[in-house]
């Protein structure tokens, strides 16, 4: 699979339309809303930026995992949330807007903390092979996740309808690919499949649930309310796998690598539905009992 010209190719060229199409729903007025709310982006992206990726390391050395799939884990780690996170914030009555600002920051900053982190993970790991990424690679991530964003921006400050007309079948392609790339990276090591679950999915669901905890509790914990926190759980608890996947198997060329991430987009969508339900439901019940309590 590694070899394959629809990874080589075909995925950044796919990764390029949908960056494209996460940048015709931003605009720079995501980027100043910052100064609006600041204490909760600041929030939101400590612990997204330092407190998951320690999180991480600490699940991938518990777990002992092999080397290349301690690596996948920590590049998972490192990825961005995505629209995914702001679809499932709506969903569960979040700051949607809060979620677009980070969404947009975190598109930024992915382009640098992805190469340094992964790049400590595959030296700490002494992961096998050229599989750094040096210079060039780190230039390819920055080309294939931040210039499309920046131009689709461009593109929806010229023509917002346009932007408009682009966003669903942008999402539907999204999606598409999500699940394609996900069984191929999963196929392609189909021999090892079963001993790669055993080992990556309980330490994938964990993680799910760790970032999902931290991204909630964390934001309660620093007086954040109810939907900034739900906003802040799912950014940080919902990463963008496709960003992950592509640089896995078309930066790194390597399924391996990849088979963390394949696992944990679909573990994602289970795990952050049933957290959603929980906090809501919680919150509810809390609030019902309050309102008896001061009648």
């Not at 290349?68 to 998972?76: I, K, Q, S, W």
């Not at 592509?246 to 060329?253: F, H, N, R, Y």
């Not at 391996?256 to 987009?265: H, Q, R």
Request: glycine share 8%; aromatic share 6%.
């Amino acid at each position: 699979m590694n070899d394959s010209a629809l990874i080589t190719t075909g995925l950044p060229i796919a990764l390029t339309i949908i960056m494209f199409g996460l940048g015709l729903s931003l605009t720079t007025d995501d980027f100043r809303r910052v100064s609006r709310t600041p204490k909760a982006v600041a929030v939101a992206l400590l612990l997204q930026v330092l407190v998951l990726p320690a999180a991480a390391f600490g699940l991938v050395k518990g777990f002992d995992l092999a080397p290349l799939l301690a690596v996948g884990v920590m590049l998972l780690a490192a990825s961005p949330g995505g629209t995914t996170a702001n679809l499932f914030s709506h969903l569960f009555r979040g700051d949607v807007a809060l979620n677009i600002t980070l969404t947009a920051i975190n598109s930024v900053l992915a382009a640098l903390t992805i190469p340094i982190i992964t790049n400590l993970a595959i030296d700490h790991f002494d992961a096998q092979g050229d599989l750094g990424l040096q210079l060039g690679k780190v230039v390819q991530v920055i080309a294939i996740v931040l210039i499309p964003v920046t131009v689709g921006m461009a593109v929806r400050r010229r023509s917002a309808d346009f932007a408009a007309r682009a966003d669903r079948p942008v999402r539907i392609f999204s999606i598409a690919v999500l699940v394609i790339v996900s069984a191929g990276a999963l196929l392609g090591e189909r021999e090892h499949l079963a001993d790669y679950m055993q080992q990556v999915g309980l330490v994938t669901g964990i993680f799910c649930l760790v970032s999902l905890t931290v991204g909630y509790g964390g934001a309660r914990l620093l007086r954040l309310d109810q939907r900034q926190a739900i906003a802040t759980s799912m950014e940080v608890g919902i990463h963008n796998t496709t960003v992950a996947l592509t640089i896995a198997l078309s930066v790194l060329d390597n399924t391996e690598v990849a088979i963390p991430i394949a696992v944990y987009s679909v573990l994602m969508y289970v795990l952050a539905t049933a957290f959603g339900y929980a906090i809501t439901q919680r919150h509810a019940d809390a609030e019902k009992s309050l309102n008896q309590t001061t009648e």
